[in-house]
């Protein structure tokens, strides 16, 4: 018979469980159960349970210590089986080893072993762990077998979570399958495929499953215009922004700050300042907040779109900043070529013991390339690998190769090419080209463009880079000699030359072979102008 004193016990132990601070407390509270000669067995089983959950997801988790209480318990039934498998399949800072990810998958084997049957809960905590395991794809298609054997697939929550594990893993026609046979399907659901899609490159496949859509929430739509902006489409996810606002009239989905964050992005790859500008303004209609991440948005866009003193404007009134605000800023002073400012940014962004990442020496660096100065651009390689304990990545050294070449110090940008650690690219090798033709060193530049050439034989930029080092010298047979090489390597375009207009706030693109919807009497006319001025 359970008396008060039981009940009473029982309560109070499974309260300071609930209150323990750190696994000090949580082995005295362990004790305690353990020792207590009145606690009736379900109780003491009830309390274990808690107190391994409390150990294995709390602030103070203790893997080890949650796996040694896992073991002291006889008859482990499914609840605790459940707690031990989502545990191994967490992520521990400092623990990413394929071995405690794949012990959730042995105590699976071991629980079937011992006659006790899995659950709904059971396969999403498997693949959370699946995930993470370098043989995760096959993995999950064995716990997919087992959710078809138990009869979980009809789960909601199991079938999201193996489309999530095979679209991780680019197993797109596992994924498709498993959506097309589930009887019940929610917006995660739906979202999962959109955004697997999107990551795997499909983005047709995620823009046909987007239409057919119903119930579309805000992860829906940020996923997918999101995905156009990456993508390079940012023309076609600004008309999504614009659907999305069309259809929420009433209320049911509103854009939040990623999504502004993605659509001023957009923006910003277009060069679209009218578009830019009218988000701002949504922004302070809708009173939402200016946040660092919005407010870098804001930085980047107007910046790349030619207006440097409404960036820094805004960056100046950015209540917090942080490192990718202040490597924003950086960014747009380098991309207009005022190198000086950049480097008075960064100056402050030290003051403002805000710790630059490798970024931020990208930006600083083309800073220097943009602006000329050779100094500076040494200076700054050298303080992010002594100061700042950042290797210099590929990039990197393309960056400073690219600095040494435009003031013609080819003799030191060859030594910085043959001392790098890692072997240099199209884009390290391209740096020092740019150089050469600048400057017409045609016995260097023919060296690296043949160099390049074998590197990617189809790439025509590099053919007409060498043709332009010859032409400049008077060499012109060796530069028809090129263009035979190239039609005999059958060397084109791949994709044509693009160039964009905003023109009363609708952006106009056109390209080499394309059709012409634009008003070309008025471009006709401003380009006649521009000529004129120039011949002036």
């Not at 990623?258 to 809708?286: E, F, M, P």
Request: proline share 2%; net charge neutral.
């Amino acid at each position: 018979m359970v008396t008060f004193f039981d009940v009473n016990l029982k309560n109070t132990l499974s309260r300071l469980v609930q209150q323990c601070k750190n696994l000090r407390e949580i082995k005295i509270v362990h004790t305690q159960i353990l020792k207590s000669p009145t606690l009736h067995t379900n109780d003491q089983y009830y309390l274990i349970t808690r107190l391994l959950f409390s150990c294995s997801f709390s602030n103070y988790a203790s893997l080890f210590y949650a796996n040694n209480v896992f073991h002291m318990i006889k008859n482990p039934d499914i609840r605790v089986y459940n707690i031990m498998i989502r545990a191994y399949g967490c992520i521990h800072e400092g623990d990413d080893d394929d071995d405690r990810y794949f012990n959730g998958l042995v105590l699976y084997k071991q629980m079937l072993n011992r006659g006790i049957v899995p659950n709904n809960l059971t396969f999403p905590f498997l693949v959370k762990g699946c995930n993470r395991l370098q043989c995760g794809a096959t993995a999950g298609q064995v716990v997919h077998a087992q959710g078809l054997k138990f009869g979980f697939l009809n789960d909601v929550f199991v079938g999201n979570s193996l489309i999530s594990l095979f679209m991780n893993f680019g197993i797109l026609n596992d994924a498709r399958k498993l959506f097309d046979e589930m009887f019940v399907r929610d917006v995660v659901t739906w979202n999962s495929m959109v955004v697997g899609y999107l990551r795997n490159g499909e983005l047709g496949m995620a823009l046909d499953l987007f239409r057919n859509m119903n119930g579309r929430n805000i992860i829906t739509w940020n996923s997918i215009i999101t995905g156009l902006v990456q993508a390079g489409h940012a023309k076609e996810s600004l008309e999504l922004f614009h659907e999305m606002q069309f259809l929420s009239g009433d209320n049911v989905v509103k854009p939040d700050k990623i999504t502004i964050a993605s659509v001023l992005s957009a923006c910003a790859q277009l060069g679209s300042i009218d578009h830019g500008r009218w988000v701002h303004a949504y922004l302070r209609k809708n009173n939402i907040e200016c946040d660092v991440v919005i407010g870098t948005a804001l930085v980047n866009m107007y910046g790349k779109c030619g207006n440097v003193k409404q960036a820094f404007e805004i960056f100046n009134n950015m209540p917090e900043k942080d490192a990718s605000a202040w490597t924003a800023m950086i960014s747009v002073f380098a991309l207009h070529g005022l190198g000086m400012k950049a480097f008075d940014c960064f100056l402050e962004m030290e003051r403002a013991r805000v710790k630059p990442n490798h970024v931020t020496f990208v930006g600083l660096l083309s800073a220097c390339s943009h602006s000329g100065l050779v100094d500076q651009g040494r200076w700054c390689f050298d303080v992010m690998k002594h100061v700042y304990s950042i290797e210099p990545q590929i990039y990197h050294y393309a960056c400073m190769v690219d600095i040494l070449s435009r003031a013609r110090l080819f003799d030191e940008a060859m030594i910085l090419i043959r001392s790098m650690p890692m072997k240099p690219d199209v884009y390290v090798w391209g740096a020092l080209l740019g150089g050469c033709q600048m400057y017409g060193n045609t016995e260097l530049g023919e060296k690296v463009a043949c160099h390049l050439l074998d590197l990617e034989p189809l790439n025509h930029a590099f053919y007409m880079n060498l043709c332009d080092i010859y032409a400049k010298t008077g060499r012109f047979d060796a530069a028809k000699r090129v263009r035979n090489l190239m039609k005999e390597r059958r060397t084109e375009t791949k994709v044509p030359g693009c160039s964009m207009i905003e023109i009363n706030g609708v952006v106009q693109e056109f390209s080499v072979g394309g059709s012409f919807e634009l008003p070309m009497k008025e471009l006709t006319l401003v380009l006649d102008r521009l000529s004129n001025e120039m011949k002036i």
